[in-house]
């Protein structure tokens, strides 16, 4: 699985972004495994942001009622669309997809980042 994420940028606090994740020998929409967003701030450890598994969408509390994470099976991709960003969105946000999975609720960063396939990222910077 090669994944590749783009829509990333510099946005004014209060803008919104939509990240986009295309991939490549593998298809979101007819897929049961578990793919998800993570961002990474300097200085700061990976978190999770948002994820699609069999059992449906989770979220980070800090996004809950303004992102949204969705596949597009047209153009093959896993998109998060973020609303009312702040400066502390800023990060690097990648996509992941953790194929040996389809039940990720609860599952490790440390776990995605050892067995997932990642994109390379793209950049969020929300100036206040």
């Known amino acids: 699985v090669q994944l590749v994420e783009s829509g990333g940028g510099l946005v004014q606090a209060g803008g919104s972004l939509k990240l986009y994740c295309v991939a490549s020998?593998?298809?979101?929409?007819?897929?049961?495994?578990?793919m998800g967003w993570f961002r990474q701030a300097p200085g700061k450890d990976r978190e999770g942001v948002a994820h699609?598994?069999?059992?449906?969408?989770w979220y980070a509390e800090s996004l809950k009622g303004r992102s949204t994470i969705s596949t597009d099976d047209a153009n093959n991709t896993l998109d998060l669309q973020i609303d009312s960003l702040q400066p502390e969105d800023t990060a690097m946000y990648y996509c992941?997809?953790?194929?040996?999975?389809?039940?990720?609720?609860?599952?490790?960063?440390?776990?995605?980042?050892?067995?997932?396939?990642w994109g390379q990222g793209t950049q969020v910077t929300v100036s206040s």
């Open positions: 992941a997809v953790l194929g040996q999975f389809n039940h990720c609720r609860g599952v490790l960063v440390g776990i995605w980042q050892q067995y997932a396939s």
């Open positions: 020998q593998f298809t979101f929409s007819s897929s049961r495994s578990c």
């Open positions: 699609i598994d069999s059992d449906g969408k």
